[in-house]
Nanobody
Framework: QVQLVESGGGLVQPAGSLRLSCAAS????????MSWYRQAPGKERELVAK???????IYADSVKGRFTISRDNAKNTVYLQMNNLKPEDTAVYYC???????WGQGTQVTVSS
């Protein structure tokens, strides 16, 4: 079965950086687009970034120029490099496979001084 396991979250100061990882298994990773979503307290879950099977990417306007999504098909892993973090980036970040509507367990990112 599909498994998505996120890691890399934590507490970081404003303007700091974090890199999230999502290790995938149970499907042919290289064939499918992968996404990162986030959900802040009291808010709906929102798309942060998506990477296609061929490496193309899209981003939410709020993270353009600061976040970079990438994938390593040899490691079945998708990454989210987050730079210049802001307090409003605080949320639980989820890895998502649309093809099977599968979610990871999430990893908490807190941006605070």
């Amino acid at each position: 079965q599909v498994q998505l396991v996120e890691s890399g979250g934590g507490l970081v100061q404003p303007a700091g950086s974090l890199r999230l990882s999502c290790a995938a298994s149970g499907f042919t990773f290289s064939r499918f687009a992968m996404s990162w979503y986030r959900q802040a307290p009291g808010k709906e879950r929102e798309l942060v970034a998506k990477v296609t099977s061929t490496g193309g990417s899209i981003y939410a306007d709020s993270v353009k120029g600061r976040f970079t999504i990438s994938r390593d098909n040899a490691k079945n892993t998708v990454y989210l490099q987050m730079n210049n973090l802001k307090p409003e980036d605080t949320a639980v970040y989820y890895c998502y496979l649309q093809a099977t509507n599968s979610w990871g367990q999430g990893t908490q990112v807190t941006v605070s001084s």
